[in-house]
């Protein structure tokens, strides 16, 4: 089981502690032969929130044979459709084993910082949205500070923020698949199944 483990993007090697930290999680689940989804929430409707989107635009090279990316800035995952979205995964994978990608508000001292951790994340819980839980490791992005009105604090979030988390966190996740399975590139069946999806549910 992993520990809440705090990531710091200004420091040299955070890349590579969460490249190791993720392979550490997933090569058991490669050797079993299940599926993963990087799923990448949120919204480009609000900077802050737009941390997941900006991820999953980075990691349009990542798709390889069993991995599949869910969430860009073109077909963002959010709010309205993440229910369909997660049952047609459950429709499409055997058992997959799912990496989710979310902003989050957090105290003054994390700002800046990735959470990894082995449970799901509770995305729209900054804004008393009902969602599902989702997710076997999150990682979070801490985009401000939590407390009230936490609406304008995601509208007025510095984009510097954002984009700098986003770097971090999808080479992060790029080096941990290019370790776990190399740099050969499989077929567009999952990308296209993803496309697919995506165009189905956005609204």
């Known amino acids: 089981?992993?520990?809440?483990?705090?990531?710091?993007?200004?420091?040299?090697?955070?890349?590579?502690?969460?490249?190791?930290?993720?392979?550490?999680?997933?090569?058991p689940i490669i050797k079993q032969g299940r599926p993963i989804i990087v799923l990448c929430i949120g919204t480009d409707r609000s900077t802050g929130d737009s941390l997941g989107p900006l991820v999953?635009?980075?990691l349009k090279c990542l798709v390889r044979n069993k991995i599949s990316l869910y969430g860009n800035l073109e077909?963002?995952?959010?709010?309205?459709?993440?229910?369909?979205?997660?049952?047609?995964?459950?429709?499409?994978?055997?058992?997959p084993f799912i990496i989710a990608v979310d902003a989050c508000l957090?105290?003054?001292?994390?700002?800046?910082?990735?959470?990894?951790e082995s449970k799901p994340l509770h995305p729209g819980s900054a804004m008393d949205k009902n969602l599902p839980s989702v997710g076997d490791i999150s990682i979070?992005?801490?985009?401000?500070?939590?407390?009230?009105?936490?609406?304008?604090?995601?509208?007025?979030?510095?984009?510097?923020?954002?984009?700098y988390l986003a770097e971090s966190i999808s080479?992060?996740?790029?080096?941990?698949?290019?370790?776990?399975?190399?740099g050969k590139k499989t077929s567009l069946k999952y990308s296209k199944e993803s496309s697919d999806i995506m165009q189905k549910t956005i609204l």
Do not use: W
């Open 140 to 163: 979070t992005g801490v985009v401000n500070i939590s407390g009230s009105m936490e609406f304008m604090v995601l509208q007025n979030t510095r984009l510097y923020t954002v984009m």
């Open 75 to 95: 077909f963002p995952v959010h709010a309205k459709n993440i229910n369909d979205v997660l049952i047609d995964i459950n429709t499409i994978y055997d058992n």
């Open 1 to 27: 089981m992993l520990r809440k483990t705090i990531l710091d993007p200004d420091s040299a090697d955070s890349i590579f502690m969460l490249r190791d930290v993720l392979f550490t999680e997933i090569q």
């Open 106 to 116: 957090g105290s003054l001292q994390n700002v800046g910082k990735v959470i990894v």
């Open 56 to 58: 999953g635009d980075k």
């Open 171 to 182: 080479k992060g996740i790029y080096h941990c698949i290019l370790k776990s399975l190399g």
